[in-house]
Every structure is written in structure tokens, then in C-alpha cells.
């Protein structure tokens, strides 16, 4: 096992390797460049010139990439040109980071919770009624935009009814105690519970809109999964041996089945900043989703050069962690 893990982590370290690499010749072909972003309508050839040789742009591109190399093990992105002048890249990253991972883990959180069951149920009461109406609900998950659903919840159920807030991650009346970023574990660890609810009313919203496609998806691998490992001969005969239900379920079809949802619940995960992206931006919500789409639409290079770099390390370190799932679920692949 220990052999596996290192040689994962070896490829782990490959990939982030290669993703800097692109990175660092992507920003670089962008129209107008750091340069332009900076200076703006001020730029002229000499300014042009100076800051270029000032950031080092005048350099040969090998030296250039060893540089940003340098700087990223170092945490230095430079600081921020349009989204926060002046603050630190790494720093806005950092502040926004809890606020994405809040909303992600309790969008996966209903996805895998609804998704798991609902397609292990309609797939052992295949071609009835709640087979197919499950299966007709997951198409509309895939189908509808993630944003349009955000609007439409946000219009329905905090706009019209009332029941949830519109937007933010917690009223801005309340005085809480910020601890860890985030917002729900802040109100638990400080024993202020009413911020803690409140938090936990801003992320209902949000949270359904996020998990619509994950749980799409979840579901009808499961459903495909269970349907495939109730036709094995193995699943017959366990059940002519005489064995429950319950052990049959627990042994033989949920162990196989979850192969394929394990590594489609850590595809998702990677797959939620794109969702994150829109989602943050129709609740107003914050976190590192809006600020990529801020950095982009503004050419903030170096808050662009943080949070994809981290976006890609997390989403890399998930995958690592669902290759360890996989091969403790089954130890066949620890010989691959």
C-alpha cells in the first residue's frame, strides 16, 4: 500500500509539474499581457520597456519559468493588479478559500447523500414507477444550467417566499467571531450557534444549485453500477446459498458497485469550481470562484497564477485520495 501511495504521489507532483508549465506559457500569450494590465491607456514604449525589464519579461522565457518556479514554491504571486490592488495574490486566495470549500463540501454532501441511495433504490426497483421518475429527475439535473437553477431558486424561495437569505454568506448584522473562515464551524467553536444557523440558512440555496449536476451524475452511475453487479453470477449465488439481504447488499452489490461512483464522486469534486464560478457569482457569495471570474475578466495575472495553481493542486490531491479509496475498496488495484 505504502508503495502505491508513493508512486501516486511521484505522478501527483508530475501533473503539477506540467499544469505550471501551461500555465506560465498561457499568461504569457495573452492579449496585451502583464504589462498592459498594469499600465493601462498609460503605456507607452518606454514605460512598456521598463516594466517589462522590471518583472523580469526582457529575460529569456527558461529563465523566466525557473523564476516563477521559484516564486510559487515560495508563495510569492506577486500582488494583485485590479481585483484588490496591491494585496497580495496568495492573501486573497487565503481569504476566499474557506468560503469555496464551505459551499463545495455541502454541495457534495447533498449530491452524494440523495444521489447514492436514490440510485441504488431505483436500480434494485428497475423499470417502476420510481425508476423512472428518478432517472427523468436526473436528466433535469444534467440539463439545466447550473446558473439559470441558481436564479430560479434564489427567485422562487428567497425572493417570492421569503424563506431563505438572497445572497452573502451571513447577515451582515450579525457581529460573529470570525476563527477558521469558515462561517459554520466559526458559530460551533465560539459557541455562537445563532451565527452558525444563519450560515447554515445562506448555504441552503447555493449548496442545491451547486449539487445539481453532481448529483446527476452520482446517481446514474450508481443506478448503472448497482445494475451491472445485481447480473453478476456471484450476486445469484449468494442469494441461492441462502444469505440476507442484508449481507448481500453489504458484501457483495454496495462493495463492487462503489468502484465507478468512488472515482465519479472525486471527479465531481475538481468539477464543482467551474459550477462554483456561477453559482458565487448569482448568491454574491465570495469565495474564489468570483474572484477567478473577476482576475480573468480584469487580467489580474498573478490572482489568476494563485487560485488555478491551487484550484488544480486540490483537485490533484483529491484524485490521490480517491485512488487510495479505490485501492483499499479493492486491493486488486494496488498491483496496477
Known sequence: MLRFIIRRLVQMVGV????????????RSLPGGTVSAILGERATPATRAAMEKAFGLDEPVWVQYGKFVGRVLQGDFGPSTSVLPGTDALDIFLQRFPATI?????????????GIPM??????????????????????GVAVPVFFLAFLLKYVFAIKLGWLPVSGRQD????????????????????EFDASVNALKHLVLPA??????????????????????LDEDYIRTAE?????????????????????VTTTIGLQIGALLGGAVLTEAVFSWGGIGEALALSFSRRDYPVLQVIILAAAAVYVLVNLLVDIMYAVIDPRVRTR
Do not use: C, Q
Open 240 to 260: 441461492s446459498k441462502g444469505l440476507t439481504n442484508r449481507v448481500i447488499r453489504g458484501r457483495h452489490v454496495l462493495r463492487n458497485a462503489m468502484l465507478p
Open 102 to 114: 464551505e459551499l463545495s463540501f455541502f454541495a457534495m454532501l447533498i449530491a452524494v447523500a440523495l
Open 208 to 229: 442545491v444549485a451547486l449539487a445539481s449536476i453532481p448529483f446527476a451524475v452520482i446517481f446514474r452511475i450508481t443506478r448503472a453500477s448497482v445494475l451491472e453487479v
Open 16 to 27: 503539477l509539474v506540467v499544469l505550471s508549465l501551461l500555465l506560465f506559457l498561457w499568461l
Open 172 to 191: 451582515g448584522s450579525l457581529d460573529a467571531t470570525r476563527v477558521t473562515g469558515f462561517f459554520v464551524i466559526d458559530g460551533l467553536l465560539t459557541r
Open 119 to 140: 440510485g441504488y433504490v431505483a436500480a434494485r426497483r428497475r423499470a417502476s414507477f420510481l425508476d423512472n421518475a428518478s432517472v427523468v429527475f436526473s436528466l433535469v
